[in-house]
């Protein structure tokens, strides 16, 4: 038989808004998701880690789920 893979879920996250004047942990989330200024996007894996950074910096960013980033 052959091994079917599982699509991997993603996430891209979008930076909507500066992290000037925002605490810096918050800061350090933007640029642990991958962020560094208005309007760049990264997609990462939709895990209980990165949903928390997501959390934590929800004010600043936009999320949609992303089916196509897991398919190679």
Do not use: C, W, Y
């Amino acid at each position: 038989m052959t091994a079917v893979k599982k699509a991997a879920k993603h996430l891209r996250v979008r930076q909507i808004r500066s992290g000037i004047g925002f605490n810096k942990k918050q800061k350090a989330t933007l640029v642990a998701l991958g962020l560094s200024k208005i309007g760049r996007e990264v997609v990462v894996p939709d895990n209980p880690m990165t949903r928390g950074m997501i959390f934590k910096v929800s004010h600043l960013v936009a999320v949609e789920e992303d089916v196509t980033a897991g398919k190679a």
